[in-house]
């Protein structure tokens, strides 16, 4: 995706995943009029942003902030799901007590930090 916009002042290109271009115009438009000048994308992501556009009502800073908070939620949703299956997993009984496998663990607690950082940068995004 490649994005051209009129921050304040000066204009700036935007280019790289849908989801870094978003990321990166909320970061940088914080507190200014953002304008946009052109934008060329893939249409399945030219139709996401102008329905997320409309819905935010030509907001395009909350509408940048919609679509990266999306990405890492979707990613947020998908570790739990993860921890879930692996819990699961390690779970074994051993003479009427439960018990978990002490390897399967050392992962699930990898993810949980993951999942924190995912939430520091959910909570960035939000405007």
Not at 41 to 59: N, S, V
Request: glycine share 4%; net charge positive; proline share 2%.
């Amino acid at each position: 995706m490649e994005l051209w916009v009129k921050i304040g002042d000066e204009k700036k290109k935007y280019q790289g995943s849908f989801q870094s271009v978003m990321e990166n115009l909320v970061k940088d438009g914080r507190g200014k009029e953002i304008q946009i000048l052109c934008m060329h994308a893939p249409p399945r992501e030219r139709r996401r942003f102008k329905r997320e556009l409309r819905w935010y009502d030509k907001d395009i800073l909350k509408t940048a902030s919609a679509i990266a908070r999306w990405f890492y939620l979707r990613e947020y949703r998908r570790i739990r799901r993860r921890i879930k299956e692996l819990k699961n997993r390690a779970k074994y009984i051993s003479k009427g007590e439960i018990a978990y496998n002490p390897k399967i663990m050392k992962e699930v607690e990898a993810l949980k930090e993951k999942l924190s950082e995912i939430e520091k940068k959910i909570e960035e995004l939000k405007v």
